[in-house]
């Protein structure tokens, strides 16, 4: 097979993990697959904490996509087996380990992808984060075997404000790896155009192609979903509740049981539900009747979930972040409550496609106009929104994933 149709994967994330870092990957894996691309694909041998959903393995076709897992050498692991000794490995994590947790990866990954590079020369190279480990592995091939590099960021990296370095040597160090990614790979993708900006100012002088494929949804996820009124008004939010989002989620729990209180809403016509890992213990009133904290789906089921829900919550702290999420939520029509920076990517999407509404959450005032409006809206048995179809298109991950390929056919044939 032409080199160039074939692409060299590493993903730490991919099925069978589950979560939505494994979304974007596996999609691209997928539809690249049909465009008749074969796809080595280096990932992570799963670890016995982390969430497993072998249903994405089904869409892959087993003789275009091949995967190699690795494990993760993880070295402080032992520090679990004492009591409180997981604040210690966590300690020595974040002092320690470099670029991330993952670090004890990349030898095994390393490995795995050289001997392919090694029988494939020219083999294009794909990586992704998180996390960043990922892209030291595509800074070390590049540097032994001159590949086509395509490096693709879910999120920023010094920039991300949820990542906090311990000492300003680390940050320092980072800075130093981050700008020798963005100046040695030949594709710079990410999942914004404000991250992609954010990093153009970083490297201004790299000869990278600077990109941007947001996040998106499979239609073939979503054909057979369709919405089944239920005797009570769900409000849902899916996927991992950390303490920004559940900061950001107080306020409407607190709306929500003022507006019962108040005989505004019915306690028994009324349910929050939570889906996925999360900060459970910092949501105060979470032990209210209307409140169902289900924990991890498999992704089918949280597609589900989505489907039968009247009001999907998105919550971001980060303006610069555009959760994969959003999109599904997107595909399925349903109304959404964005809980997000005015400004943000999400917040401008929102109103794009007339998906619902973006509030603020220390504004109690407009959380309660919009609450009693959607919950008005199910009582009559009407969609209080009505979708722009031609917005949404643009997000499908067919689409994307020619895209991706297109970046990749125009920069291979260039390089030299």
Same mark, same amino acid.
């Given at each position: ?22 979304? =974007? ?38 003789? #275009? ?18 009591? &409180? !000794? ?19 990866? %990349?030898? *095994?990954? %390393? ?5 392919? @590079? ?5 083999? *294009? ?5 998180? *996390? ?5 592995? !595509? ?7 001159? @590949? +086509? ?25 980072? @800075? ?42 499979? *239609? ?15 409000? #849902? ?35 929050? =539900? +939570? ?26 089921? /949280? ?27 997107? !595909?399925?029509? =349903? ?11 999400? /917040? ?15 504004? @109690? ?6 609450? %009693? ?6 009582? &009559? &048995? ?6 722009? %179809?031609?917005?949404? !298109? ?16 125009? &920069? ?5």
């Amino acid at each position: 097979m032409n080199t160039m149709k074939q692409l060299l994967m590493i993903a730490y994330y991919f099925p069978p993990l589950g979560g939505a870092g494994v979304q =974007r990957s596996a999609k691209f894996a997928k539809y690249l697959a049909r465009m008749g691309w074969e796809i080595r694909i280096i990932a992570a041998e799963p670890a016995p904490f982390e969430p497993l959903d072998s249903s994405l393995l089904t869409e892959l076709d087993e003789t #275009t996509v091949q995967i190699t897992r690795v494990p993760n050498h993880e070295p402080f692991r032992f520090w679990d087996r004492f009591p &409180g !000794g997981w604040r210690f490995r966590a300690l020595l994590q974040e002092w320690v380990l470099f670029p991330d947790r993952m670090s004890g990866w %990349l030898k *095994p990954a %390393l490995d795995a992808a050289a001997q392919i @590079c090694s029988t494939y020369p020219d083999i *294009p190279v794909f990586t992704t984060s998180a *996390p960043y480990t990922g892209h030291l592995i !595509g800074l070390e091939l590049k540097r032994r075997y001159h @590949c +086509f590099w395509v490096a693709d960021f879910r999120d920023e990296w010094t920039q991300n404000p949820y990542l906090k370095y311990p000492s300003p040597y680390h940050l320092s160090k980072h @800075c130093r790896v981050e700008h020798a990614v963005l100046n040695s790979a030949d594709v710079v993708i990410s999942v914004t155009k404000q991250i992609t900006d954010s990093f153009k100012q970083l490297a201004p002088n790299s000869p990278a192609t600077f990109a941007t494929i947001p996040n998106g949804f499979d *239609p073939e996820d979503l054909k057979e979903r369709q919405y089944h009124r239920k005797p009570y008004f769900l409000i #849902t939010h899916v996927g991992n509740l950390n303490q920004d989002r559940a900061k950001l989620i107080q306020p409407m729990i607190d709306v929500l049981q003022k507006l019962v209180r108040a005989g505004n809403v019915r306690e028994t016509n009324l349910k929050v =539900r +939570f889906i996925g890992p999360g900060s459970y213990q910092t949501l105060q009133n979470k032990g209210l009747p209307f409140v169902e904290i289900v924990g991890s789906l498999t992704h089918d089921a /949280a597609l589900d979930a989505m489907a039968e829900s009247d009001l999907l919550v998105l919550a971001e702290a980060n303006p610069a972040a555009f959760t994969g999420k959003i999109f599904e939520y997107l !595909g399925l029509r =349903r109304p959404i409550l964005g809980v997000v920076p005015s400004e943000s990517p999400a /917040a401008e999407l929102i109103r794009a496609a007339s998906a619902g509404w973006v509030v603020d959450a220390a504004n @109690c005032t407009q959380l309660e106009q919009v609450l %009693l409006e959607a919950y008005q809206a199910w009582l &009559g &048995g009407v969609v209080p929104v009505e979708h722009q %179809l031609s917005v949404i !298109g643009s997000y499908n991950r067919q689409v994307q994933a020619e895209q991706l390929a297109a970046y990749i056919t125009r &920069g291979y044939s260039t390089h030299g």
